[in-house]
């Protein structure tokens, strides 16, 4: 309900949570569970979540962009100053408003990393899935199912825990005290690049496992109606992975939608829907 999240008015929130309401229009999924009250914080909460992440992203993304078009040299020459001295060394070289914006990057996929694979545990969890078979596995052979990759999720989404230290509150000096404060800005890049590679493949290995949840559902309930985003997305990613043929193992298909997330394919789904910002 779009009413709610004006009483509390973050930007990213309003936006996903708008985006939410265009991809899951015309859903037969939603509410399937009459008897249920509430749903789970990584359900219920996701324009929060998300909605933070973005608006980290935005802050990010503006410190970087200020960076680009910046003069850091030292000394800088101003030739337009008074009197003979035109160089300044002023400190422009500091790397501290981009060491801290790369952390709060790293913090926020991270976290968008770590709400995908809450979902994820929920769709491969038969307790937890509404009527899903545990680990996402078919009934008609013997398989593992989602198991294997929801753990490799598991365990990439704790790596991105011991990435997401700021290295920008770290300090070691240098040139004999001189540099007595540094920002560690180029680690920070480095780790927020590794995160955020580890959170695409995350949010891949839900794709993957939401095929499966979603092809389950049609099977089970032929005709249902899906989102009109869900609907899209759902085929876009299957051409994806039908593309890879049967025999094509689960790293392979993991690594194929990890791609189609990399060139914005994902995005490419719903981007004529009416809404998605």
Known sequence: MAGVHQLRPYPGAITTAANLRTLLQGSELIDSMPEKLQDAYSLRCTPQILGACRDALTYALAQVSIELNAATDNPLILLDEPGDNKAFSAGMFHGEPVGIPMDVL?????????????????????????????????????????????????????????????????????????????????????????????????????????????????????????????????????????????????SERIEALSAWVRDAGHLQAVTGLERLS
């Open 106 to 250: 790293k913090i926020a996929i991270s976290e968008v990393a770590n709400l995908s694979e809450r979902r994820l545990y929920r769709l491969t969890t038969g307790s937890l899935s509404q009527r899903l078979p545990p680990a996402l596995a078919s009934k008609d052979r013997p398989e593992l199912g989602m198991m294997v990759p929801q753990t490799t999720a598991a365990a990439l989404v704790s790596e991105n825990k011991a990435l997401g230290w700021p290295a920008s509150i770290d300090s070691i000096p240098t040139c004999e005290d001189q540099e007595d404060h540094v920002a560690m800005s180029t680690t920070a890049a480095r780790r927020a690049a590794r995160v955020v590679a580890n959170a695409r493949n995350v949010v891949a290995i839900e794709l993957l496992g939401a095929v499966r949840a979603l092809r389950f559902r049609q099977q089970e309930t032929p005709g249902i109606r899906l989102g009109a985003g869900t609907k899209e997305g759902l085929e876009r990613a299957s051409q994806v992975l039908d593309a890879l043929g049967s025999d094509a193992t689960p």
